[in-house]
């Protein structure tokens, strides 16, 4: 009777894991089609449409490139690699959709008045030059506040989860495996992570559920952001935060095991970019493991790349177009990190980097 009855259970477990999936991406695919509606065509009226250096979208593989982050990411939670989905074991607060939802709908109107008059320098100002480096000081998505409010760190998950209709969170958790295979055979109390650009915690919390001996430390230079961090991680023990660039943390040399980061990247300048993978190895232990979650780069889906062509033109995104063309292996190599293992979920590409002895 016990692999029956844990035949009975796994089918149980994975029914919740398929009607959880199938009513978020319902739900945010509802907010983005508003959304979409709202932001209008990439091109205002009269102005020539742009000039296209890739091909047609590659709606098939779009759909079916969807279904399998969902199915990979049940194979995980199944073969044991991380977790069943926090959001999936908790039943939802109503009250807290309904706050989020009018929150982006409303605020869905500011985003597109912003995109129409191509504001996106609202946070450019004297005071803040005095804080924070000037290509931080640009409302990155037309975002209201850019990234440097309380009401922007809330908006912020909903907002990326409509962009990518539900997938968000999914895309992101296929770079836990990544962090499994750096702990294997390591004692995960004695070891530390550094989650580079954390912004609200999501990832770290993720982190922590599957991981929750190990020391953490997140950083961000938004107070905003690092503030809602430690509201997701409040009951964490082990944890210390820091606000500073991710180009210049302060941090001592040689200090961790593991360094992650998550859509950072692509709204780095190149320089910056070359900076903080310095600063990444100057941070790693010996034999450390640096796991680099972003955006799929030109090539890696053929059919994607007008996708991410048209991305920066349709969103404030200044450094995209460049990240898109880097050669992740030589940026990271000239620091002395050296490309092992990679893998591509959907829109998201998770590539790890061991620092060499």
């Known amino acids: 009777m016990a692999p029956l009855n844990a035949m009975i259970a796994n089918g149980a477990k994975r029914a919740a894991y398929s009607a959880g999936q199938a009513a978020r991406v319902l739900w945010y695919t509802g907010h983005y089609a508003y959304g979409r509606r709202l932001m209008g065509p990439l091109t205002d009226p ?28 049940w ?45 996106h320098s609202e946070v450019l100002t004297d005071a803040m030059r005095e804080k924070y480096p000037r290509y931080y000081l640009q ?4 975002q209201t506040d850019g990234w440097l409010s309380d009401a922007s760190a809330a908006r912020y998950d909903m907002q990326v989860e409509t962009l990518f209709t539900g997938s968000a969170a999914a895309m992101r958790r296929q770079a836990l495996p990544f962090v499994g295979e750096a702990l294997k055979g390591r004692d995960a109390g004695a070891a530390s992570l550094l989650d580079l650009g954390c912004g609200g915690g999501g990832f770290l919390a993720d982190i922590h559920d ?64 070359s900076d903080v993978a310095a600063e990444i190895a100057r941070l790693l232990k ?13 090539g890696d ?17 200044p450094y995209y177009d460049s990240y898109c063309r880097a050669d992740l292996p030589a940026l ?25 002895a």
């Open 301 to 317: 889906e053929p059919g994607f790349d007008i996708l991410l062509e048209n991305f920066p033109r349709g969103f404030h995104e």
């Open 46 to 73: 009269g102005e020539a449409p742009y000039a296209e250096e890739f091909g047609p979208l590659d709606r098939t593989r779009l759909k079916t490139a969807f279904r399998e982050l969902f199915q990979r990411d």
């Open 75 to 119: 194979k995980n939670v199944e073969a044991g690699s991380y977790k069943m989905p926090v959001e999936l074991r908790r039943t939802p607060s109503f009250s807290k959709l309904w706050r989020e939802s009018r929150d982006y709908l409303l605020d869905a109107r500011k985003v597109a008045q912003r995109k129409y008059a191509r504001a």
């Open 210 to 273: 599957n991981w929750p001996m190990l020391r953490l430390t997140a950083l961000d230079l938004s107070p905003a952001y690092l503030g809602r961090a430690r509201t997701a991680l409040g009951g964490v023990r082990d944890v210390t935060f820091v606000q500073q660039p991710a180009e210049n943390t302060r941090l001592p040399d040689a200090s961790f095991d593991i360094i992650t980061s998550v859509y950072l990247f692509h709204e780095l300048p190149p320089k910056v970019r």
């Open 332 to 356: 990271f190599g000239e620091a002395g990190l050296k490309k092992s293992d990679e893998t591509l979920a959907f829109l998201t590409k998770i590539t790890s980097f061991r620092k060499l």
């Open 286 to 298: 010996p034999g450390g493991v640096y796991v680099h979650t972003d955006t799929i780069q030109y």
């Open 139 to 142: 409302n990155f998505h037309y």
